[in-house]
T-cell receptor, first 113, second 116 residues
């Protein structure tokens, strides 16, 4: 089976812009989780989707949003980018029958200038 | 919310057994404990998961005492390629397990350095 794929792998944006990141889970997996990783804060949970419904949300401002499509693919959007949003954004998928996030993608490296 | 505490770093030598302990005093009844390994510029990789007592797979063992307030990841005979950051995660199980559905919180991670 193909692993979790994320696009794009690298992205450079400027403050105030918005960005959309995409994640395709492993075939058959219905749960998708998103995480932000920075050197200072480590891995932080953003949100989790299961069957197109958000069922878990971390402590991030409303500028961070996401959605999941009927084919389980997921997107996350960050509006009004700030310098502090520069991070590695990781997507993880699971069957949904156990703890989410067991299979991680390679991540999208977002740099905000 | 179950928060975790791990040592920031550990050093070891090839061939030794490494034990990394994670504290999670506020673990909820339905929370599972999961450990991940992460190499630079890569996503975390699942190592092992458990609920109580001991779990063993081909990569590691996970020891969980009866009170579940801590857990210990044991890596037998480490090699240079085991140099990585190891994360302890305590979180709810899926809806069909009746989990608490609280936030999933990673620890800060333990940077393991294996020397020759």
């Amino acid at each position: 089976k193909a692993g979790v794929t994320q696009t794009p792998r690298y992205l450079i944006k400027t403050r105030g812009q918005q960005v959309t990141l995409s994640c395709s889970p492993i075939s058959g997996h219905r749960s998708v989780s998103w995480y932000q990783q920075t050197p200072g804060q480590g891995l932080q949970f953003l949100f989790e989707y299961f069957s197109e419904t958000q069922r878990n949300k971390g402590n991030f401002p409303g500028r961070f949003s996401g959605r999941q499509f009927s084919n389980s693919r997921s997107e996350m959007n960050v509006s009004t980018l700030e310098l502090g949003d520069s991070a590695l954004y990781l997507c993880a998928s699971s069957l949904g029958l156990e703890i989410p996030g067991q299979f991680f993608g390679p991540g999208t490296r977002l740099t905000v200038l | 919310l179950a928060k975790t505490t791990q040592p920031i770093s550990m050093d070891s030598y090839e061939g030794q057994e490494v034990n990394i302990t994670c504290s999670h005093n506020n673990i909820a009844t339905n929370d599972y404990i999961t450990w991940y390994q992460q190499f630079p510029s890569q996503g975390p990789r699942f190592i092992i998961q458990g609920y109580k007592t001991k779990v063993t797979n081909e990569v590691a063992s996970l020891f969980i005492p009866a009170d579940r307030k801590s857990s210990t990841l044991s890596l037998p005979r480490v090699s240079l390629s085991d140099t990585a950051v190891y994360y302890c995660l305590v979180g709810a199980a899926a809806l069909n397990y009746g989990g608490s559905q609280g936030n999933l919180i990673f620890g800060k991670g333990t940077k393991l350095s294996v020397k020759p």
